[in-house]
């Protein structure tokens, strides 16, 4: 997926505000939902579904999806809309209580819980169990996500996992090490091959470093590698968890990089980057040696012909622990819809072998079915040599926690506070224990 599609829960937590598209957006939007209004009046018996991709490829592939859908089932008519994503929660919300949601929506993994809380979905248990769709056919990761309770509130089509390191390999090969292995851990020996990647010119000035975040700076994965999480529960959390000794020596390792060993960029030094967005233009550029994320960036970097890459598990954790963040999608069936059985239909194909292989092929997504993405659609589709390790980085992927308010913890109350420390004011030992302790008080009622 492009940047903002996906990203799960780590992805949208540190994507910046980009402020310059909203009046455009805010104009598309109110267009598509005048759109869906008129769609209702002019056909009462078609299928209404909401998607967020902003893939030109694969925005093509969904509306010859729907085609193909409605060939196989004579009289079923499917009206598609592309709601961009940084609006899409908030105007499906609003066209729910207006009485004018679609059918069918596609659901980001984390976004799920918001929509999910406030009654949204319906419960696809019993037409799943009727139509003999197994549950053992998805990553367990992915469907779990979007069953609370044992019960199935959406059918997910994608994983997306966000472990993976990008690496330059002509950039290895410059400095003469071998390339990174899934063996490998953090601080060592990832800290001394970040001070061999780095290059300084005549003057001393840094040209180049080896480590980077496509998106706004973030240390999550370096707390879920460490055996952290966020709360201290994902599933009933009671308080948070930011401030435990893994999440401090997490937190601490990232602002290394940066302030103490110079291998990563700084904020400043990223935005001032005037290439394109940020340190993914600068991965394509030569310009960092590695970066973590996931599997939607490779037909990019496809496209830049002197860019030679592959990618890498993250590294293990200094406790023998590993994880990473996670997003995917899904589609749901919306509470009011009045077509039922043949939003279904529309939902179960979507989800189908057919339909994902199609969008597998695009190379931006990792399959929510384990056939589809153990197949050759997905294995062979455009991305790195070692596409392969994703097929098993569900395992130890982890979304946000589910319960209410946690993007306003996150991304109002956490991400304000942490960009002191990433712009070097602060340490993580300096803002987390206080904010940690505040948080608690406000949110979750620790005294």
Known sequence: MEKGEKLGYSWLMTLPKIDWVRPKIQIICLFMLLLLAGCKSRDENAVRVAIFTSDVDSIKIFNNAMRQIESRHPGLKIILANIPYNDFQNKITTMMAAGNAPDVVS??????????????????????????????????????????????????????????????????????????????????PLLSICQKLVKKDSAGKLVRWAWADPYATTAENFLLDNGGYFTDSDENPTRLALDSDRALEAFRFRWDLIYTYHVSPTPSQVSNFNFGQGAEDMFANGLVAM??????????????KDL?????????????????????????????????????????????????????QT????????????SDAFLKSP????????????????????????????????????????????????????LVKDLNRKYFGVK
């Open 291 to 304: 970066m973590p994320s996931g599997i939607w960036h490779t037909p990019k970097f496809l496209k830049y």
């Open 107 to 188: 659901t980001e993994a984390n976004n799920f819980v918001d929509l999910y809380q406030r009654g949204a979905f319906e419960d696809l248990t019993d037409l799943a169990k009727r139509d003999g769709i197994d549950p053992d056919s998805f990553y367990a990761t992915i469907l779990k996500r979007y069953s609370p309770g044992g019960k199935i509130y959406a059918l997910p089509t994608d994983i997306a996992p966000f472990g993976l390191v990008y690496y330059n390999k002509k950039i290895f090969d410059e400095v003469g090490l071998p390339y990174p292995t899934s063996k490998w851990k953090w601080p060592e």
């Open 383 to 434: 991305g790195p040599a070692s596409k392969k390790i994703l097929l098993n980085m569900p395992n130890e992927a982890h979304f946000g926690p589910f319960m209410k308010n946690w993007n306003e913890i996150w991304y109002g109350q956490v991400g304000p506070a942490m960009d002191r420390v990433w712009n070097g004011d602060k340490t993580p030992e300096q803002v987390l224990p206080k």
């Open 308 to 360: 030679s890459f592959d990618v890498v598990e993250f590294p293990w954790g200094p406790h023998g622990t590993r994880g990473w963040g996670s997003g995917g999608s899904g589609y749901a069936m919306t509470k009011g819809s009045k077509k039922k059985e043949q939003a279904w239909i529309v939902i179960k194909e979507l989800a189908g072998e057919d339909i994902e292989a199609q969008v597998a």
């Open 363 to 374: 190379g931006l997504v990792q399959p929510a079915l384990v056939k589809v993405a153990q």
